[in-house]
């Protein structure tokens, strides 16, 4: 009784994950392993090597003012430790990045690594975005040249062919934008927030903008007509039209004409790296963070209900020495792996089949003593099969059901016939084809029906 009035407390939304938060089903898990191995290869590929930093940092570093800035501030889980200590939930990889490089000056340059992990932000939730989720990073540090930040762009470009997804990934400069701003006469104190006014063209409108511009940010009505006009770009131009158009947006501004000059550095590689024909240079383009000093850059997605961006990143080339006392330039993207799981499912992509993340790909049925399917069955595991086995002691009938329903592609089934052969009978759940062949051959099935 006492039993049962306990486990009445643990019901309803007790049982659910804080908000914001979920589980992951296995078939969930699996399609978020997808993404994750998908992206780990590309960054191997550009030869980044794993870098993994905790969950906590200290408040400090997350709350500095060279970091996440006001608004991923007030987002920010704090919570004090045993020791009276005041700690942070990391927002994002970036930080802990700096926090390592500047804990750890000897570290060879260029230093190229990639973390991928759970980050945590307490702000609004909806389709794709939760206050607990995972992000995959890549930086480089040390590298100040514009082969650097066009990397990023074509490693981007090879995630999202590699899940099949179509991707367009938008560029531009701070530099440039900064100088827009001074050319269009915004006081040098108020331009940070006009830029982040201006990165919500895409989502509030040129309207909103506007309205945001003159009533939040305090910029004079024809200084922020003015600033609209500068940034107002054909999306239907090739990039050089619209670099030649900024050009003139910028004519006055020795920061604008060097932002133009790096984005052209870029561009440039961008197409020697076979990615140009992805890339779009988007003049109103910021990002929210206030590290950013240089090339900045966000992936969406075409057609589909996700309208956010699905990786970003940028150029950073002060965050770290402030953290650490040496300028230490560096450019980094990070791949939202929840936002893009959300776009597979839509995208209808074929997805692992399966329970244990899709992993097992025979279930062994024992019509007998299971103890003498054992050799056979860890013959499969050494092939690098994935095999699992009756544990338990169901009918055959009823391990065929269980198999199919975890969408384990192939049972074997082991009685005394197959045991006086030495042989299993590996039947595919799909086609019901079967097969009597030895565990090594009917790891060379499995592999062939996975290409």
Known sequence: MAEAQEARKF??????????????????????????????????????????????????????KYAGGEEIIKETYSLTDLGNRRLGLRF????????????????????????????????????????????????????????????????????????G???????????????????????REKRLAAMLSIDKLEKIGENGVEKELIE??????????????????????????????MAGSVADSREGRKGLKELEEVLGYCTALGAADRVVFSPSLARGLNYY????????????????????????????GLFSGRRLPAVGISFGVDVVAEALKQARAPAPEGVAGGVCKVFMVPVNNPAECLP??????????????DLMGRSVGKNMEYAAKQGIPFAAVVGEKELKAGKINLRNLETGEEKLVTAAEAARIVALARR
């Open 11 to 64: 019901s309803g939304e007790l049982l659910q994950p804080p908000r914001g938060m979920r589980d992951y089903p296995p078939a969930e898990a699996a399609l978020r392993q997808r993404i994750v191995d998908a992206v780990r290869a590309e960054f191997e590929r550009y030869g980044f090597e794993p870098l993994d930093t905790p969950a906590l940092e200290n408040w400090e570093i997350l709350s500095s």
């Open 92 to 163: 994002d990889l970036t930080v802990p990045l700096c926090r390592f490089l500047a804990a750890n000056p000897r570290v060879p340059l260029p230093f190229k690594r990639f973390q991928i992990g759970a980050v945590w932000r307490d702000g609004p939730v909806k389709l794709g975005r939760y206050r607990e989720f995972w992000q995959a990073d890549a930086d480089t540090v040390g590298a100040e040249n514009g082969l650097a930040d066009a990397e990023m762009v074509a490693l981007a470009c090879g995630v999202f062919q590699s899940l």
């Open 165 to 187: 997804l179509n991707a367009v990934v938008r560029v531009s400069n701070r530099k440039i934008l900064d100088g827009v701003l001074e050319c269009c006469g915004v006081e």
């Open 216 to 245: 939040e940010r305090g910029l004079p009505i024809p200084v922020a007509k003015k600033l609209l006009a500068a940034l107002s770009v054909d999306e239907g131009v090739s990039n050089g039209e619209k670099l030649a158009r």
């Open 293 to 320: 000093t240089g090339t900045v850059f966000e992936v969406f997605l075409a057609g589909g209900g996700i309208t956010s961006s699905v990786a970003a990143g940028g150029r950073y080339d002060e965050l770290i």
């Open 376 to 389: 056979a069955l860890q013959e499969l595991r050494r092939e690098g099969v994935a095999a699992a086995i």
